[in-house]
């Protein structure tokens, strides 16, 4: 009975062309999904309070784009969020990650393509959440389940890339990973963009923590990476 189905989870879809709103809509919904909508930025931002999972983003919008909806989603969730774009090039890839983007799917799209991305992205975020634990590092606390850090009892703010950093980092104490490996295990191994988006990370992280703590947290290990030390 379609009143019995199981909900896979509640998606944000965004975008200014009403027919691949609705067409992405009617699609998800079949295959057991909620499915909130909206055509531009400013509804796209009302949206969040509903506490999408996952977020399908379209980046040619006019007034605000993905871009800049992207970032300013980021300060309030960590959810997926896959980009969806009529031309993909290194550049707008490495813009799009470097925002806080996820993924990136280019129209035109195949929708069994889309959907197993939405699925994949969701199967990770539901693995994550069953880990639960809380790392104390120092000054830091680290709770992997509400992707929360806080500092002497301040919340720190970080986007999901980052913090998907430190968690990588943290829970492999003392092992070194490099640039390649940490873009690979974060963007996929399929992802064609620039592994050096990750320096610029890391020294977002290093400013955020310096701002509060005067205790190092990440080293690096000159031609080799970045390992976690407390």
């Not at 009403?18 to 919904?29: A, G, P, S, T």
């Not at 890391?202 to 947290?217: D, F, G, Q, T």
Request: hydrophobic share 40%; proline share 2%.
């Amino acid at each position: 009975m379609k009143g019995l189905m199981k909900i896979k989870g509640k998606i944000l879809i965004v975008d200014d062309e009403l027919d691949v709103v609705m067409l992405l809509k009617d699609y998800f919904e079949i295959n057991g999904y909620q499915v909130l909508t909206a055509h531009n930025g400013k509804a796209a931002l009302a949206e969040i309070s509903h506490q999408p999972e996952l977020i399908i983003l379209d980046i040619n919008m006019p007034d605000m784009d993905g871009y800049e909806v992207c970032m300013k989603i980021r300060e309030r969730i960590a959810c997926p969020i896959i980009f969806l774009s009529a031309r993909v090039e290194d550049r707008d890839k490495i813009k799009g990650f470097s925002v806080g983007g996820d993924d990136y799917v280019m129209k035109p799209f195949s929708m069994e393509e889309l959907g197993a991305r939405v699925q994949a992205h969701l199967r990770r975020e539901k693995r994550r959440s069953k880990e639960f634990q809380v790392l104390f590092a120092g000054d830091l606390a680290i709770d992997y389940v509400s992707k929360e850090i806080t500092c002497s009892d301040e919340v720190l703010s970080f986007t999901k890339k980052e913090f998907e950093i430190i968690e990588l980092l943290s829970t492999h104490k003392g092992q070194v990973f490099d640039k390649e490996r940490i873009y690979e295990k974060l963007w996929g191994w399929d992802c064609e963009g620039d592994s050096a988006v990750i320096g610029e990370h890391i020294r977002r992280i290093r400013n955020k923590l310096l701002a509060v703590s005067a205790e190092p947290y990440i080293e690096t290990v000159w031609g080799m990476g970045y390992k976690w030390i407390k």
